[in-house]
């Protein structure tokens, strides 16, 4: 298994809450809640599932793009929710974006 969130979670008083997110390739990488939570998609998963302690399988995301979205959202972890909905807008533009984001 991997593990890309090996960051502590400063924010919480206890073990933070993970989740098993299964790529279409059958890796598991788990994850903070809060962090998988970054993705709206993942998100909407999580709260149809509710605190089940299964493999939540993306089909249609093999390990390597899912590594790579568990590496934005971890970056991306702590943002203010303005900053997060500023960065959604369709019409933002690329020289809008933070140079991590490139």
């Known amino acids: 298994m991997s593990n890309p969130a090996d960051a502590p979670n400063a924010e919480s008083q206890g073990p933070a809450k993970t989740v098993k997110l299964q790529s279409s390739d059958d890796e598991v990488f788990v994850v903070d809640r809060d962090i998988a939570e970054q993705s709206q998609l993942i998100k909407n998963m999580l709260d149809d599932v509710g605190d089940l302690d299964e493999n939540i399988p993306l089909q249609n995301v093999p390990s390597k793009v899912l590594k790579h979205i ?4 971890t970056h991306h972890r702590s943002d203010p929710v303005a900053l ?3 960065f959604m807008e369709a019409t933002m533009r690329s020289d809008d974006m933070e140079a991590w984001d490139e």
Do not use: A, G
């Open 70 to 73: 568990i590496e934005y959202c």
């Open 84 to 86: 997060k909905e500023y």
